[in-house]
């Protein structure tokens, strides 16, 4: 059975930072990209971040390029998000997600975790 | 990057009706359409992959379909437990945009 947890949540200050992770089990976790997509309080989903099943391509939305990293660790089945300069907008519940190959449609969702950015 | 435009961003509709749900993509996506349903304090589920695929376990009385770049979420006979929220997302080019979403109400 595929899980994908996530941990790493909490609260932080505006301008700190936090690191998220997602412990994947039930799948080759170096076989495939993952994806962070976040949703704010009472919004839609927002396509945060990518990276390719061995970590040599990743991709940001431009409203966190230059602040958060994404990043995997093939050996231990865990792929994570580093935070950083956070702001009120980042306010979220931050999903890890697998997608599937070629088709690139998300075939598993963690069950997110809450990030709340607030002094 | 690609933007999807869905409507409507709300519905409310009676057991038994027929939905529907749209979704337009800001160019060519082929079928590289996906539709997800969300639950109150849930995660996203996939529903349907491919513009048309049901994905397994899902209920037959969801269907998806295209024409060009309209892409469409039927729902055959609204049962309670479909009230939810529903995104479509594109996944023909990272970054993998989603609709507005649609919430869904039983009247």
């Known amino acids: 059975e595929v899980q994908l947890v996530e941990s790493g949540g909490g609260l932080v200050q505006p301008g700190g930072s936090l690191r998220l992770s997602c412990s994947a089990s039930?799948?080759?976790?170096?076989?495939?990209?993952m994806h962070w997509v976040r949703q704010a309080p009472g919004k839609g989903l927002e396509y945060v971040s990518a990276?390719?099943?061995?970590?040599?391509?990743?991709y940001y939305a431009d409203s966190v390029k230059g602040r958060f990293t994404i990043s995997r660790d093939n050996s231990k089945n865990t792929l994570y998000l580093q935070m950083s300069s956070l702001r009120a907008e980042d306010t979220a519940v931050y999903y890890c997600?697998?997608?599937?190959?070629?088709?690139?449609?998300?075939?598993?969702w963690g069950q997110g975790t809450l990030v709340t950015v607030s002094s | 990057d690609i933007q999807m435009t869905q409507s409507p961003s709300s519905l409310s509709a009676s057991v038994g009706d027929r939905v529907t749900v749209t979704c337009r993509a800001g160019?060519?996506?082929?079928?590289?359409l996906n539709w997800y349903q969300q639950k109150p304090g849930k995660a996203p589920k996939l529903l349907i992959y491919?513009?048309?695929t049901l994905q397994s376990g899902v209920p037959s009385r969801f269907s998806g379909s295209t024409s060009g770049t309209d892409f469409t979420l039927t729902i055959s006979g609204l049962q309670p437990e479909d009230v939810a929220s529903y995104y479509c997302?594109?996944?023909?080019?990272?970054?993998?945009?989603f609709g507005q979403g649609t919430k869904l109400e039983i009247k």
């Open positions: 997600v697998k997608s599937v190959r070629y088709s690139n449609y998300f075939d598993y």
């Open positions: 039930g799948f080759t976790f170096s076989s495939y990209a």
């Open positions: 990276i390719s099943s061995n970590g040599g391509s990743t």
């Open positions: 160019q060519n996506i082929a079928t590289y």
């Open positions: 491919a513009a048309s």
């Open positions: 997302q594109q996944s023909y080019r990272v970054p993998y945009t």
